[in-house]
């Protein structure tokens, strides 16, 4: 099992960025899409981004798209998530998770991180 660590999380005002890093240990890492998904108090996880193994697709569900983007730098074991344009229904814990077949479910990934706390204030 890929062991995920996610980092980068903060308080951050409405309108404000912040940049999520999730590093895998796994070395053969080009080989795994990448996935982001939050959980917001007393909800559902829910998915915020994919990426394909080179990089090349990437996904996202409405509520993120223009505000978000996700990278990777396969060399380094890292997938990024920048987040711009934050809003308070943003709030959660932020998740980071592997799989070896594209996907955007929750049960297509195998591997998650212990995630990090985002927290956007108004």
């Known amino acids: 099992q890929v062991q995920l660590v996610e980092s980068g999380g903060g308080l951050v005002q409405a309108g404000g960025s912040l940049r999520l890093s999730c590093v895998a240990s796994e070395r053969t890492f080009s080989n795994y899409v990448m996935g982001w998904f939050r959980q917001a108090p007393g909800k559902e996880r829910e998915f915020v981004a994919a990426i394909s193994w080179s990089g090349r697709t990437t996904s996202f569900p409405d509520s993120v798209k223009g505000r978000f983007t996700i990278s990777r730098d396969n060399a380094k074991n890292t997938v990024y998530l920048q987040m711009n344009s934050l809003k308070p229904e943003d709030t959660a814990v932020y998740y980071c998770?592997?799989?070896?077949?594209?996907?955007?479910?929750?049960?297509?990934?195998?591997?998650w991180g212990q995630g990090t706390q985002v927290t956007v204030s108004s």
């Open positions: 998770a592997s799989t070896t077949d594209w996907g955007t479910r929750i049960a297509d990934f195998g591997s």
